[in-house]
């Protein structure tokens, strides 16, 4: 079974510029999270999708990112326009649903290294 | 609010020796906690998780956790460190209500030293 993968493993474009992210969660997992980690600092919740559906985007730091789940499948994250403030690694999380809310393991992709410049 | 912090940013250890990397969590209620692991290269990896039961828990890789309500810690252990161990490690808390959203602590960076 293919894990969780992301896609590119690293962008490097100029502030200012567009960035789109992709995550292709393991398959038939309903739960997508995303999450950065800007350097030095610790990993941090974006947002969460529930198949297709935003169930908690408390963690998107402005306005400037947009994510999308279209089919509920893989999801993709825009920054525009980037900024420096930007440049950290973006890792994405899928979990399959359990009936009953019951713990499952969230499996982590290798992450983006964004570099703004 | 959940929140965790790791007091060490870095730790160098022998090969052989023991290791003791240290985390301290902040919740309301019972915690859901986990340590994980990432080696250059890879996603981050589930080592151990405590939900419950049981405050000594055992992991993949031969670490070990013990759970301290009364300390609010979560401390991870291996008695014997193997080079293959020197990898980044992360101490994380989550919860039903959040559905599992995750909060990390900064990050541990253990070096293992012939």
């Known amino acids: 079974e293919a894990g969780v993968t992301q896609f590119p493993s690293h962008s490097v474009i100029e502030k200012g510029q567009t960035v789109t992210l992709r995550c292709d969660p393991i398959?038939?997992?309903?739960?997508l999270y995303w999450y950065r980690r800007v350097m030095g600092k610790e990993i941090k919740f974006l947002l969460h999708?529930?198949?297709?559906?935003?169930?908690?985007e408390s963690g998107m730091p402005n306005n400037r990112f947009l994510a999308e789940r279209t089919g509920g499948t893989y999801s993709t994250l825009k920054v525009q326009p980037a900024e420096l403030e930007d440049s950290g690694v973006y890792f994405c999380a899928s979990r399959k649903g359990v009936a009953g809310g019951s713990y499952n393991e969230q499996f982590f992709g290798p992450g983006t290294r964004l570099t703004v410049l | 609010a959940q929140s965790v912090t790791q007091p060490d940013i870095h730790i160098t250890v022998s090969e052989g020796a023991s290791l003791e990397l240290r985390c301290n969590y902040s919740y309301g209620a019972t915690p859901y906690l986990f340590w994980y692991v990432q080696s250059p290269g890879q996603g981050l990896q589930l080592l151990l998780k405590?939900?419950?039961?049981?405050?000594l828990v055992q992991g993949i890789k031969g670490f070990e956790a013990e759970f301290k309500r009364s300390q609010s810690s979560f401390n991870l252990r291996k008695p014997s460190v193997h080079w293959s161990d020197a990898a980044e490690y992360f101490c994380a808390v989550g919860a039903r209500s959040n559905d599992y959203k995750l909060s990390f602590g900064a990050g541990t960076t253990v070096t293992v030293r012939a």
């Open positions: 999708f529930v198949k297709e559906s935003k169930q908690d």
């Open positions: 405590y939900f419950s039961g049981d405050t």
């Open positions: 398959s038939g997992h309903d739960n």
